[in-house]
């Protein structure tokens, strides 16, 4: 499923519950780093990890992936760049970007405790087209810089549908799939109401409020303007007790008016 300038980490309740992150099928950000064994290859013997650094990350990886490090390196630094220019923030951190060959690899690696490091990861497996790599790793990207941005005494106040929204919307694109679901969404009319969303989400509707998210900050460019975008995420790091009512006064929308307003843009930008 490929799927999308700007929030934060802003929103996760998460850097903090193990496994948020895992909720996406695409790339793992482990939301408490700790100091792994090392991992086993495929075939049982144990990884020579080795370690490269760009300007804003170091990368570690083995050493039969040393021929993908040069397109890696530059995917990396581009995406930094996107996201430190959108949300207008550098990272107080690096990053460590680990490379695996295939998501089985590192499925298999999350599973038995031999992620190397102990800091902040990105985990990334190269098997995927390029594009698509491209837009999970900005999507993750994003998560680490909300980490780095919002207090983390309001870390679990931002709503799962606005952490979500705003890496899907930095990602820059909208999967066929998420599409799809958005507009049966529309013809059954049963899009969530904003007042009904919680901070978090249950596995079998986060991707409902991933999409719900990305529609809703699509929405506010579409109104504010990609300065509106910024004025909102400067507006929620600093008052941060209610994220939502941030959002609305961002759209110029009242709670009671939100829900016709965003129910005709979205049917006027995807027809059903």
């Known amino acids: 499923m490929n799927r999308c300038s700007l929030v934060l980490v802003l929103l996760v309740p998460t850097l903090a519950e193990p496994g948020f992150a895992t909720v996406s099928s695409r790339v793992f950000l482990p939301t408490s780093a700790r100091q792994s064994r090392q991992a086993p290859s495929p075939s049982g013997s144990a990884i020579n990890w080795q370690l490269t650094a760009t300007d804003h990350f170091d990368i570690t990886y083995a050493p039969e992936l040393a021929p993908h490090l040069q397109r890696i390196r530059g995917l990396a630094e581009r995406a930094y760049q996107q996201v430190s220019s959108d949300l207008q923030h550098e990272l107080s951190l690096r990053p460590l970007l680990v490379l695996f060959g295939t998501r089985g690899e590192l499925q298999q690696a999350i599973a038995s405790g031999t992620v190397p490091g102990n800091r902040e990861h ?150 059903v």
């Open 122 to 271: 990105i985990l990334l497996p190269l098997d995927a087209p390029g594009a698509r790599t491209d837009g999970d790793l900005v999507h993750e990207l994003t998560h680490v810089f909300a980490f780095d941005i919002v207090p983390s005494s309001a870390r679990t106040d931002i709503p799962r549908w606005m952490h979500e929204g705003l890496a899907e919307l930095e990602r820059g694109e909208w999967s066929e799939s998420d599409l799809a679901m958005l507009r049966e969404r529309l013809r059954i009319n049963t899009l969530p109401r904003l007042g009904s969303l919680q901070v978090g989400a249950s596995p079998d509707a986060a991707e409902l409020y991933r999409i719900f998210g990305h529609a809703a900050l699509d929405f506010l460019v579409a109104r504010a303007g990609q300065d509106g975008l910024k004025r909102f995420l400067l507006s929620v790091r600093t008052s941060v007790a209610n994220p939502t009512s941030v959002y609305l006064a961002a759209i110029g929308a009242s709670a009671d008016d939100f829900d016709q307003r965003f129910d005709e843009y979205l049917r006027a930008r995807f027809p």
